[in-house]
């Protein structure tokens, strides 16, 4: 009786001339010069850098492209510092020893606007047994170059028994920030916020 036994595996390279994008013969074939391929990001390694010219909003060539001029662009509130709506109060400071008042922030108004404040301000006294938080409030209007303090309203965190105080008025056409502390007493202050920036 005849008994059927399965063959052993033959393993074969391949042998002949290559197609498609790849060119040369087998087993050795190159890639065809020219020849579009599909990678994913774990097969390309090393810096890719483009060199050809810039389009859409920007122009020049890679690079280094520049931004079109006249271009109009969206960026997000964080993005805009001093915008003609908007404008950050830079954090400033004094030191008082006594109790005369002392401009703690000149903030600067544009004409025929108006101006709502929302304004911090601390206060600490040298030896850190003290510290008091006011929030300033309020609004200054500029009409051709008068202005006008409206509404402001200074809220201390101690409710006023420090006596310290924070104060709002103009000179000029700038709003004036002034502080008084007490006399015999080192106090240093610090102003921080926001502004808007509004009217026809």
């Known amino acids: 009786m005849l008994t059927s036994r399965p ?95 002392t401009t703690l922030k000149t903030i600067a108004t544009t004409t025929n606007k108006g101006h709502a404040l929302d304004l911090l301000v ?11 938080t006011f929030k300033v409030l309020g609004g200054v209007t500029n009409s051709a170059g008068t202005c006008t303090v409206h509404n402001v309203v200074v809220i201390p965190d101690d409710g006023g028994a420090s006596g310290w105080s924070v104060d709002v008025t103009f000179s000029g056409t700038s709003i004036i920030i002034s502080v008084t502390g007490q006399a015999g007493t080192t106090i240093d202050w610090i102003i921080a916020g926001t502004r808007l920036v509004h009217g026809s």
């Open 7 to 101: 063959l052993p595996p033959v393993t074969a390279a391949p042998i002949g001339p290559a197609s498609g994008d790849l060119g040369g013969t087998y087993p050795s074939p190159t890639v065809t010069s020219g020849a579009n391929h599909t990678h994913t990001s774990s097969q390309v390694t090393g810096t890719i850098t483009p060199t050809s010219a810039a389009g859409g909003d920007l122009g020049g060539t890679y690079p280094n492209p520049t931004v079109t001029s006249g271009t109009n662009h969206t960026h997000n509130v964080t993005q805009v510092i001093d915008a003609p709506w908007s404008a950050v109060t830079a954090p400033s400071t004094v030191q008082t020893t006594d109790n005369t008042p």
């Open 122 to 132: 601390s206060a600490t006294k040298s030896d850190l047994s003290v510290q008091v």
